[in-house]
């Protein structure tokens, strides 16, 4: 349970971020099923982590992956009063179990390396996580209205956990941390994902303020 709380993190933010443009009802819905298609497939991909993470390019694949679904919900923050709620619902649930079964393809195996087989203590220890990525990803909507710059906060967290997914890929991290330290790539990913987020909210920012009228003759 313990594992879980502190892996459930990085959860509750990409389900903070894609559901907290829609309105109060679809927002609930967003959070709801977002939260139980993340718990149903970690039960999945724990059983399956030991194969799947033996699987040449998968977690680079799945690095790339993040990075676009971090700079995704940096974009779409950006206009979120021109977001349609019935369409944008689906896509945050789309969101939400797309970035959960990336992130937690290395989670889970730290999990199953707890439970030693135990599935009944897996899935007390699942279960028990539920309301800590349910509340977790309310609260966090809550901040993120109040002080935006968690949104970069959250993208940014998002794009690290890239790096070291990268880092981690059994045919591409080898040549990576031979030639670099452990740390560069997830902060030269973050990095980029943030400031490439920031560029883009200062583009639409100009073009949507009006242009100066001048003078008047």
Request: proline share 5%.
């Amino acid at each position: 349970m313990m594992v879980n709380i502190v892996l459930s993190g990085d959860n509750a933010v990409v389900i903070a971020m894609a559901s907290r443009c829609l309105p109060p009802k679809q927002q609930k819905m967003a959070i709801l099923w977002g939260s139980a298609g993340a718990i149903g497939l970690r039960v999945i991909l724990t059983i399956a982590a030991v194969v799947l993470l033996k699987i040449p390019y998968l977690q680079f694949i799945g690095g790339l992956l993040l990075v676009w679904i971090g700079v995704k919900l940096l974009v779409e923050d950006d206009h979120c009063e021109n977001i349609d709620a019935s369409d944008s619902l689906w896509t945050a649930i789309k969101t939400i179990i797309i970035a959960d079964i990336v992130m937690s393809l290395d989670n889970t195996l730290a999990i199953a390396a707890i439970a030693e087989g135990d599935y009944l203590l897996l899935a007390l220890g699942l279960g028990l996580s539920i309301p800590l990525i349910i509340f977790g990803s309310k609260i966090l909507v809550i901040l993120m209205d109040r002080f935006p710059i968690i949104v970069y906060a959250g993208a940014a967290l998002i794009a690290w956990t890239a790096g070291v997914m990268i880092n981690k890929d059994p045919a591409i991290g080898i040549y990576i941390l031979e030639y670099t330290p452990e740390w560069l790539l997830p902060a030269v990913i973050t990095v980029v994902t943030v400031v490439l987020g920031y560029w883009h909210k200062n583009m639409r920012a100009a073009q949507t303020d009006p242009p100066d009228s001048g003078a008047e003759g």
